[in-house]
């Protein structure tokens, strides 16, 4: 939730300051930082895994366990779909991370 303004995206705060007041950053408490990092492993361990390719694309015609197919879907739907970063439901976003990298191990 932004806009750009003057060359540069600023991001609208105005609904999370009910809750979050004097925030100035949709990272709070470091939930995006934190996010951010667990996705770039998970997404590091989907392509070691042969599962995505160095494009990030998913790479079919392979029979894959549900563990790695709930992974991929983890990934798919937090990362690449959603574009929140987690920030509506942060441990719920932390959890489904964990859980993904936990599930290719």
């Not at 709070?28 to 951010?36: K, L, Q, S, V």
């Not at 390719?53 to 798919?76: K, M, P």
């Given at each position: ?40 492993q998970l997404e590091q361990a989907l392509k070691d895994k042969g599962l995505i ?18 992974a991929l879907w983890n990934w798919r739907y937090l990362i690449v779909e959603d ?23």
């Amino acid at each position: 939730m932004g806009y750009e303004y003057h060359g540069s995206m600023t991001e609208n705060m105005a609904g999370c300051e009910g809750c979050h007041s004097g925030a100035d950053s949709f990272d709070i408490n470091g939930a995006i930082t934190e996010f951010e990092a667990l996705a770039a492993q998970l997404e590091q361990a989907l392509k070691d895994k042969g599962l995505i390719d160095e494009n990030s694309a998913v790479i079919t015609g392979q029979t894959v366990s549900a563990d790695y197919a709930g992974a991929l879907w983890n990934w798919r739907y937090l990362i690449v779909e959603d574009r929140s970063k987690g920030v509506h439901n942060p441990k719920y976003a932390k959890a489904m991370l964990q859980n993904a990298l936990e599930a290719l191990q």
